[in-house]
C-alpha cells in the first residue's frame, strides 16, 4: 500500500474527538454553536466567532494553541479543548491555558471587573473524574460556606466513556462513533460525514495530514541535531524507541515550541 493510500485509510479512521478533525469541524461557527449549545445546557447561545488552532503567548514567550476558541454574544470567551489520551495533568493544562487565554484578551489597564469571563470546555475519551457520569460542572467553591466564588471563570468536563440517555450523551456518540450520525446534531452530523465519506473531505483531511507529519519530521529533525551537537548520543538512540522521552527532550530543549 502506498503511503498517500495509508494515509486516506487513517483520515477514514478521524471523528470529532481527534484533534485534526474537530479542529476542521470548528471552522464552522455553526458547529460551534451547536454543540455549545447541548454542552452548556443553553438552546439561546450564540456564538459569534470561531477560532481553530488559536495561539496564543505568555510573556516568556511560551505559546499554547487552543482546539477552538470561541466567542459568545455576551462577550464570554470559550475554549473548547477535545483529548483522546489520559497522559498528563490535565487540570493544570486547563489552569495554564485558561490563564494565557484571560492575558491574551483582556486589554492592558483594562479594570478587572472588565475581564471577559472565560469558560474551558474539556472534552475527552475518559472519564476525567471518575464519577460515572458523562457531564461534570467544575465551581470554585468557598470551603467554610460552600458557597460559589465566582470569579469569571468556568469548567465543564464532558467525556465519552459513561453513556446515558443524556442530550450531551447522545452527541458524544457522534464524536467517537465511526458510523454514528443523528439528526438532532445535524451540524455536527453533516460536517463529520463531509471530512469522512465525501471525496472532497478526504481530500482534505489527507492534506492536513500529510503537513502534520512534515511538521513533526522536521521537529524531531531539529531535537536530533540538538542532541548530536551536544554529543547525547545515548539520548538519541533512546528518542528512536520511547516516544515519551522524545516529547519530554522535545519540551527541554526546544522551549519555545508552539505546544497543544
Excluded at 469571563?117 to 457520569?133: A, P, Q, R, T, Y
Excluded at 512534515?214 to 516516544?243: G, S, V
Aim: one cysteine or more; charged letters at 35%; proline letters at 3%.
Amino acid at each position: 500500500m502506498s503511503n498517500k493510500a495509508k494515509i486516506r485509510e487513517e483520515a477514514r479512521k478521524l471523528n470529532p474527538i481527534d484533534d485534526l478533525m474537530f479542529r476542521k469541524m470548528a471552522e464552522d461557527t455553526e458547529f460551534c454553536q451547536e454543540i455549545l449549545r447541548v454542552i452548556l445546557e443553553d438552546n439561546q447561545l450564540i456564538v459569534l466567532e470561531s477560532t481553530p488552532q488559536w495561539t496564543g503567548a505568555n510573556l516568556q514567550g511560551r505559546s499554547v494553541i487552543l482546539d477552538a476558541k470561541c466567542i459568545k454574544s455576551n462577550g464570554a470567551q470559550v475554549d473548547i479543548e477535545v483529548q483522546k489520551a489520559d497522559d498528563d495533568d490535565h487540570q493544570r493544562r486547563i489552569r495554564y491555558n485558561s490563564a494565557i487565554l484571560t492575558t491574551n484578551i483582556a486589554d492592558p489597564g483594562i479594570k478587572f471587573e472588565k475581564i471577559p469571563d472565560v469558560c474551558v470546555v474539556f472534552i475527552s475519551k475518559f472519564d476525567i473524574f471518575e464519577g460515572n457520569l458523562p457531564l461534570y460542572h467544575v465551581d470554585r467553591i468557598v470551603r467554610e460556606t460552600g458557597k460559589i466564588a465566582n470569579n469569571g471563570l468556568e469548567g465543564v468536563y464532558v467525556n465519552t466513556k459513561i453513556k446515558d440517555d443524556s442530550e450531551v450523551s447522545k452527541l458524544m456518540e457522534v464524536f467517537v462513533d465511526d458510523n454514528a450520525y443523528n439528526s438532532k446534531f445535524p451540524k455536527t452530523s453533516n460536517i463529520k460525514r463531509r471530512y469522512k465519506e465525501t471525496e472532497g473531505g478526504l481530500n482534505i483531511m489527507c492534506e492536513i495530514m500529510e503537513r502534520i507529519t512534515t511538521e513533526e519530521r522536521n521537529r524531531i529533525n531539529k531535537l536530533n541535531a540538538i542532541l548530536l551537537k551536544n554529543k547525547r548520543y545515548d539520548d538519541l538512540q533512546r528518542t528512536t524507541e520511547d516516544h515519551e522521552f522524545q516529547e519530554k527532550l522535545m519540551k527541554e530543549l526546544l522551549p519555545n515550541e508552539t505546544i497543544n
